[in-house]
Each structure stands twice: as structure tokens, then as C-alpha cells.
């Protein structure tokens, strides 16, 4: 069995590969240090196989500067398909998540973060503008799938709540027995 660097015993592991093409507004380094703690505290290694700050081309920082907020499941999206195009050389397993510049949903409504994805292309995608928290709500969705239900809780003590900036600053968000049953089930982890 792995132990973590928080002293976390894992028997299963999630590898993510972080690529940057917006500077996050949020901390980062608090963000991965939550993650970390979140899921190691259930028996899931956070491992982190990439971490980039891809550089764009002039055309590419205007296309995908803000991303459309559609947040559809399986099914092709053009953006995501581009987003894949810039690191399709650099992920053989593992789930990538992009840290972009907004999420659009309307002219008006954006969004903190989408885990909608591609079949056989696990991603998420967060804004610069979210919060420390948005990078393991995320990562959640893919874990439990587009079918897990409830989608989100009411309750601030859970990180798969419907909006992470109603989290309180500098607390600890956690998943319930039921989510976590869900997520050590999924074909995304890896055994140690």
C-alpha cells in the first residue's frame, strides 16, 4: 500500500496531468494540496503526471481564451477536441485537466468549471476565476460518472456542491459515504 506526502494510506491512485493555459486566479498550490488531502484521506493517491503551462499561438489564445459553458457529456466538443490537439503527444492514461481562461454559458453566466467530456477522453476543464476548490469538485464528476445521482448537494461540507464559491474560505469540504463507494468504483483509478 502507497502512503502519500500527507501520510495518507492509498490502495488506489488517480493520475491527472495539469495543463495551464490561463493563470488561475484561485491558489493553485492550495487547490493541488486540498485535492491531495481530499482524496488521499479516502484511500486515493492524487498523482499528478504533468503539469505545463502550454504556450499558444496568437490564433489559439483568442479560440480558447473563454470556452463554451454547454458542459455536455459524452459526446465530441470541438473546444475540448482542440484542447486535446495541444497535448495529444503528452497523455497516454490519466485525466487532463485544463485551466482556462473563463467558461461561458451565455453572454451573461459563466461557469466555475465543466467535467463534461469526450468518450475515452476524461477531462475537466476550470476556470481561472474559480476557486481552490474547483479543481477536485471536477475531478469528482469524471470520478463519478455522468450517471452518479444526485449531480450535487446543498450542503457547504461537501465538495460536490452545486457551485464551489459557496464553500467557506479555509474549510475542508469532504465526500459522503455514498459518493465515495461510487468513486472508488471507477475505471479512472489505478491500484498502488
Known amino acids: 500500500m502507497k502512503t502519500d506526502k500527507h501520510g495518507n494510506k492509498c490502495s488506489q491512485r488517480v493520475l491527472v496531468h495539469i495543463f495551464s493555459l490561463a493563470l488561475p486566479q484561485f491558489d493553485y498550490g492550495k487547490a493541488i494540496t486540498f485535492a491531495e488531502k481530499l482524496y488521499g484521506s479516502n484511500g486515493i493517491c492524487f498523482d499528478i503526471g504533468q503539469q505545463q503551462c502550454l504556450a499558444l499561438s496568437a490564433a489559439q489564445q483568442v479560440k480558447l481564451q473563454v470556452i463554451d459553458g454547454a458542459c455536455k457529456w459524452d459526446q465530441n466538443n470541438s473546444e475540448q477536441d482542440d484542447l486535446f490537439d495541444l497535448v495529444k503527444a503528452k497523455i497516454f492514461s490519466g485525466i487532463a485537466i485544463f485551466i482556462v481562461g473563463g467558461i461561458s454559458t451565455s453572454a451573461t453566466s459563466t461557469l466555475a468549471g465543466c467535467a463534461g467530456h469526450a468518450p475515452l477522453k476524461p477531462a475537466v476543464v476550470v476556470s481561472a476565476t474559480g476557486t481552490m476548490y474547483t479543481l477536485a469538485h471536477e475531478l469528482g464528476h469524471v470520478l463519478l ?33 455514498s459518493q465515495i463507494t461510487q468513486i472508488k468504483k471507477s475505471t479512472h483509478l489505478q491500484t498502488c
Open 145 to 177: 460518472t455522468s450517471s452518479y445521482s444526485p449531480v450535487h448537494e446543498t450542503s457547504t461540507s461537501n465538495i460536490m456542491i452545486n457551485g464551489t464559491h459557496q464553500i467557506p474560505a479555509g474549510s475542508s469540504p469532504t465526500f459522503n459515504a
